[in-house]
């Protein structure tokens, strides 16, 4: 008798810890949604139109900022074939490009400084 409540108290409580763990798991996943959605329906309401300032990879997605602005903006490009090599946005855009992308637009164009315009879609979160 003594050996199965012992028994059967390690079971609850490794169900208990299993339990946890995903609770855990699925509030973090969904803190973290809401935080990808909320940086890119700011980024996709927006207008943006400059020379970037600013570039950076971080928190699973690029960071851009433009000149004469201190808004960073949170985005995440797919990668776009060119002359059948990939291109990621990381790997091509640099400070001193051009951007632009009408607001709402699923569309951000990197131009470069020999006018070879690059276009990236990107990630929606639901």
Known sequence: MILIRTKEKKFKVKALIIFCLIMGYLLVNNLNNRRLKKHFDFFDSTELSGLISYIEYREKMQVISLKNSVTKYYFHPYVVSTNGKSVFFDD???????????????????????????????????
Do not use: G
């Open 92 to 126: 091509l855009a640099q400070p001193n490009d051009s951007v632009y992308k009408p607001a709402f637009s699923d569309t951000l164009f990197v131009i470069k400084a020999k006018n070879e315009i690059y276009k990236f879609t990107f990630y929606h979160p639901n």
